[in-house]
């Protein structure tokens, strides 16, 4: 059905009972209308005005859901038996009998509609149909059961519903089939009552498997229901109390009238749809206020007065009123905390949970004590069974804090999050989350869900500092690393090389001596080896100097250092370092073994034939870019190698920043950028 067909359809039936409503009280305003007819007129305004308003609106915006149909109808229902009420008594009354049989014969039966309409809105509750495909016969039987009912009704052959003093016949009834119409209205009332069961049963399931707005919506009118069963209660218990009895079944009937509906246009529309643990709790502040009041001025002034005499009812009365003002703010302390216990039970509410969490943070230690206290927090915010807060590391997620902390998911990595879980982010970038375990057959309510993610939102700047505190720790890991593998090459390199040539000379040295004696030309042979190999042992030692430090480098600074080791790569190199002057030991040293790096990987795995070295000072920061025309990678399937990282770690420790571009068949581009003050030497 389109929308604006929908619309005038809804609408325009809400419009045609008002309309009957208002001709019921024409009717019901002639000299023979008595007081109870006006009390139908107001009620039915009542069911109307509640039904009707709201079905109109659910049908008008909702069209696919029956509910608001269902509503529209009823109130139509409740409009046609005021107005039928009211004409049969009107022409009853003045003698006017046209139409007034068969609108009697309608009013008889017309009542069962609406009572059927009860379970059928419990079984399609929320969303219009059944909870599942088995419930769908329960639907079926609630017509059946109707129809039956009406068909009693229609073939009884009991009088007509009518002012006392009258009598109609009903003009379908048939005698000899009394007894079938008995059956029907036998098993239509039982089966009635055993449906409306199944349809509340229908209901808890529906319940019990839900979760978030479902769960949510069915709660609004759990809400309004318990409310309805105290009120009926009450009206029960006070019967001997006309007044008190009065006043419960007035606030019974609009509960039924209006916050029934209310309430489920309210859950089916989602207007202040969370906000349903606030309403109950101030209901059940407002309830025990009320009943604090009232226990105060009736002990006092009844029961008291009673004692001394009508004479200090007025006395009296200013003593309760002292005592309700001086005891109403710790009763209102002690009624809320009733409701907080009553609706979250021994949990924190929400804004404890709140207001505490930058008060657990600012008790911690350490950077590892944070994210359990987050987890703790939210834990008792929302009586999970367990809370872990996940760091993002590349497209995994590692577990690095949980309440309790013996979770046994703590120090795990896995690839998918559990559900439900909320992401945590800072500046736009996602950062971790944190995902919330609850009891074995209790799933998270739309406001736990609403907690969570608050809690989350304010968590995001303490993840940004805990990932930040681990990418220090694994860099600083990996730098020692890598210090310890150049101390062991360094250290072979010294063995196998420099150090073997010396002992190589040690024993040609003693050979020389031994021989200086006995043979001169000799003697002369082996100098003369001594003094090569002595060369090629301080070539090979100033090798391994310029590992460490190049004495070029220190000496000339980095185009000519740079330039020396292009004319050593197999491959053509350019170098561009012009106007470039003399910066830090540090600054010069980073980006001298960064390019040399970059350049060895150019060499041996992008099969470049090119690579172009560029080096350029601007405003206190110095750029190096290293770039081939290689094959190239893809960044995002394959890792930064352990050489790659490790000019990732040296820029970035002395506050540089380094930027790898490459794509495969595009060659790759390294560059970097460090702050930097140009030196006079």
């Given at each position: 059905?389109?929308?604006s067909?929908?619309?005038?359809?809804a609408?325009g039936?809400?419009?045609?009972?008002?309309a009957?409503l208002?001709?019921s009280?024409?009717?019901?305003?002639?000299?023979?209308s008595?007081e109870?007819?006006?009390?139908?007129?107001?009620?039915g305004?009542?069911?109307?005005?509640?039904y009707?308003?709201v079905?109109?609106?659910m049908?008008?915006?909702r069209p696919?859901?029956?509910?608001?149909?269902?509503?529209?109808?009823?109130a139509?229902?409740f409009?046609?038996?005021a107005?039928?009420d009211?004409?049969v008594?009107?022409?009853l009354v003045?003698?006017s009998?046209?139409?007034v049989?068969?609108i009697?014969?309608?009013?008889?039966?017309l009542?069962v509609?609406?009572?059927?309409?009860?379970?059928?809105v419990?079984v399609?509750?929320?969303?219009?149909?059944p909870?599942s495909?088995?419930w769908r016969?329960?639907v079926?039987?609630?017509a059946?059961?109707t129809v039956?009912?009406?068909?009693?009704f229609?073939?009884s052959?009991?009088?007509?519903e009518?002012?006392?003093r009258f009598h109609?016949e009903?003009?379908?009834?048939i005698?000899p089939?009394?007894?079938?119409?008995?059956?029907f209205?036998?098993v239509?009332g039982?089966?009635?009552?055993v449906a409306a069961?199944?349809?509340?049963?229908a209901l808890?399931l529906r319940?019990?498997r839900?979760?978030?707005?479902?769960?949510?919506?069915?709660?609004?009118l759990?809400y309004v229901?318990?409310a309805?069963?105290?009120l009926?209660v009450g009206?029960?218990a006070?019967?001997?109390n006309?007044?008190?009895?009065?006043?419960?079944f007035f606030?019974?009937?609009?509960v039924l009238?209006i916050?029934?509906p209310?309430?489920?246009?309210?859950a089916?529309?989602k207007?202040?749809l969370?906000?349903?643990d606030?309403v109950?709790?101030r209901t059940?502040?407002?309830?025990a206020l009320?009943?604090?009041v009232t226990v105060v001025?009736?002990?006092?002034?009844?029961g008291?007065?009673a004692?001394?005499?009508?004479?200090g009812n007025?006395i009296?009365?200013?003593?309760a009123?002292a005592?309700?003002?001086l005891?109403f703010q710790?009763a209102?302390?002690?009624a809320?905390h009733?409701a907080?216990r009553l609706v979250f039970?021994?949990r924190?509410?929400?804004?404890?949970v709140?207001?505490?969490?930058?008060?657990r943070?600012a008790?911690?230690?350490?950077?590892?004590d944070v994210l359990?206290?987050?987890?703790?927090?939210?834990?008792e915010?929302?009586?999970?069974e367990e809370v872990?807060?996940?760091l993002?590391?590349?497209?995994?997620f590692?577990?690095?804090?949980?309440w309790?902390?013996?979770?046994?998911t703590?120090?795990t990595?896995?690839?998918?999050?559990?559900d439900p879980?909320?992401e945590?982010?800072h500046l736009g970038e996602?950062l971790?989350?944190?995902?919330?375990t609850?009891?074995a057959?209790?799933?998270?309510?739309?406001?736990q869900?609403?907690?969570?993610?608050?809690v989350a939102a304010q968590?995001g700047l303490?993840l940004?500092?805990?990932?930040?505190?681990?990418?220090l720790?694994?860099?600083?890991?990996r730098i020692v690393?890598?210090?310890?593998?150049?101390a062991?090459k360094?250290?072979?390199n010294i063995h196998d090389?420099?150090?073997?040539?010396?002992v190589?000379?040690r024993?040609?040295a003693r050979?020389?001596?031994?021989?200086?004696?006995?043979?001169?030309?000799?003697?002369?042979?082996?100098l003369?080896?001594?003094?090569?190999d002595?060369q090629?042992a301080?070539e090979?030692?100033?090798d391994?100097?310029?590992?460490i430090?190049?004495?070029?480098?220190a000496d000339?600074?980095l185009?000519?250092a740079l330039a020396?080791?292009a004319r050593?790569v197999?491959?053509?190199?350019?170098?561009?370092?012009?106007g470039?002057?003399?910066f830090e030991?540090?600054?010069?040293a980073t980006?001298?073994f960064?390019?040399?790096?970059?350049?060895?990987?150019?060499?041996k795995y992008?099969?470049?034939?090119?690579v172009d070295?560029?080096?350029?000072?601007?405003d206190?920061?110095?750029?190096?870019t290293?770039?081939d025309?290689g094959?190239?990678f893809?960044p995002?399937?394959t890792n930064?190698?352990t050489g790659?990282?490790g000019m990732?770690?040296?820029?970035?420790?002395?506050?540089g920043?380094i930027?790898i571009e490459?794509a495969?068949?595009?060659?790759?581009?390294v560059r970097g950028r460090?702050?930097?003050t140009?030196?006079t030497?």
């Open positions: 059905m389109r929308r067909t929908s619309f005038w359809l609408w039936s809400f419009v045609i009972d008002i009957l208002v001709w009280f024409v009717l019901a305003t002639g000299a023979a008595g109870k007819d006006f009390i139908v007129i107001y009620g305004i009542g069911l109307v005005l509640g009707g308003g079905g109109a609106l049908a008008s915006r696919g859901n029956a509910i608001g149909w269902l509503f529209c109808a009823t139509t229902v409009a046609l038996s107005f039928a009211e004409f008594t009107r022409g003045t003698g009998m046209a139409f049989i068969p009697a014969w309608l009013q008889s039966w009542f509609l609406a009572l059927e309409s009860i379970p059928l419990l399609l509750f929320p969303d219009g149909r909870p495909r088995r016969p329960l079926w039987a609630i059946s059961l039956l009912a009406v068909l009693g229609v073939l052959p009991n009088e007509l009518t002012p006392e109609l009903n003009p379908t009834a005698e089939l009394e007894p079938l119409a008995d059956v209205l036998t239509g039982i089966g009635s009552l069961l199944a349809a509340l049963t808890v319940f019990r839900s979760s978030g707005d479902e769960r949510q919506q069915i709660r609004w759990a229901g318990i309805a069963l105290v009926m009206t029960f006070t019967e001997s006309v007044v008190v009895n009065n006043v419960l606030l019974l009937f609009i009238a916050g029934v209310a309430a489920i246009g309210t089916i529309l207007y202040g969370y906000e349903i606030l109950i709790r059940i502040v407002y309830a009320a009943a604090f001025y009736v002990s006092i002034v009844v008291v007065g004692a001394v005499g009508s004479r007025t009296l009365s200013a003593a009123a005592v309700v003002a005891a710790p209102r302390r002690r809320q009733l907080n039970g021994k924190a509410t929400p804004y404890e709140l207001s505490t969490f930058s008060d943070l008790d911690a230690y350490s950077v590892d359990p206290r987050i987890a703790r927090v939210l834990a915010g929302t009586g999970a872990t807060v996940w993002r590391v590349d497209d995994r590692r577990a690095a804090g949980s309790p902390s013996d979770a046994p703590t120090a990595d896995v690839d998918r999050l559990p879980s909320f945590v982010r996602a971790g989350a944190i995902s919330v609850m009891p057959n209790e799933r998270i309510t739309a406001a869900e609403k907690l969570a993610a608050e968590a303490v940004r500092n805990v990932r930040l505190v681990e990418e720790r694994e860099s600083r890991r690393a890598a210090q310890d593998d150049r062991k360094l250290e072979r090389g420099a150090q073997q040539q010396l190589a000379l024993v040609k050979l020389a001596r031994q021989l200086a004696a006995r043979d001169t030309a000799k003697t002369e042979e082996m003369a080896q001594i003094e090569e002595t090629h301080l090979d030692l100033r391994l100097a310029r590992g430090y190049p004495p070029l480098l000339k600074g185009p000519a020396a080791q050593k197999p491959i053509p190199t350019q170098v561009a370092a012009d470039i002057g003399r030991p540090e600054v010069e980006i001298y960064c390019t040399l790096e970059a350049l060895q990987n150019a060499t992008a099969q470049a034939s090119t070295v560029s080096l350029r000072q601007d206190g920061v110095v750029e190096f290293v770039a025309d094959r190239g893809d995002g399937v930064l190698g790659l990282q990732v770690d040296r820029v970035e420790a002395i506050g920043t930027e490459s495969t068949g595009a060659g790759t581009t460090i702050p930097a140009e030196m030497r």
